[in-house]
């Protein structure tokens, strides 16, 4: 052991439990800080070299966001409900109450629709 060390186990020795746990906390929050640092440090030098070969870090590793969402549009309706043309349905999707229950009347789905 060096002398730091055998000098630091020596301090330890004159310590509470109570300030042996506030040290543990202090340490741990420390090599917490320390690895976060570390992975900026590193993400930063990544993300410079993929820029520096034309890419974004996130289009490389595939992260979710890289994509632009498609936008959550209702759709286009391709059938109606003949008691009520308010009433629409894109085809897709879980069929509503009014196109099962045409159906089981008798109506093709053709008859259904748009």
Same mark, same amino acid.
């Not at 976060?36 to 289009?59: C, H, I, N, P, V």
């Given at each position: 052991? =060096? ?9 330890l020795d004159g310590? $509470? ?8 906390? #202090? ?9 976060? /640092? %570390?992975? +900026?440090? +590193?993400?930063? @030098?990544?993300?410079? &070299? ?5 890419? $974004?870090? @996130?289009?490389?590793?595939?992260? @979710?966001?890289?994509?632009? @969402? #498609? =936008? &959550? =549009? !209702?759709?286009? *309706? #391709?059938? !109606?409900? *003949?008691?009520?043309?308010? %009433? ?5 999707? /879980? /069929? *509503?109450?009014?196109?099962?229950? +045409?159906?089981?009347?008798? #109506? =093709? ?6």
């Amino acid at each position: 052991m =060096s002398n730091v060390t055998n000098t630091l186990a020596s301090d330890l020795d004159g310590l $509470s439990l109570a300030e042996l746990k506030a040290l543990e906390k #202090k340490i741990a929050k420390a090599i917490a800080s320390y690895e976060d /640092r %570390q992975r +900026a440090t +590193a993400l930063a @030098a990544l993300e410079m &070299k993929a820029k520096e070969m034309g890419f $974004s870090l @996130a289009e490389l590793t595939g992260v @979710a966001g890289v994509r632009r @969402a #498609k =936008s &959550k =549009s !209702a759709g286009i *309706p #391709k059938y !109606a409900n *003949p008691a009520d043309p308010a %009433q629409t349905w894109t085809g897709k999707g /879980r /069929r *509503p109450d009014w196109f099962v229950a +045409a159906v089981a009347s008798g #109506k =093709s789905p053709e008859d259904l629709e748009i």
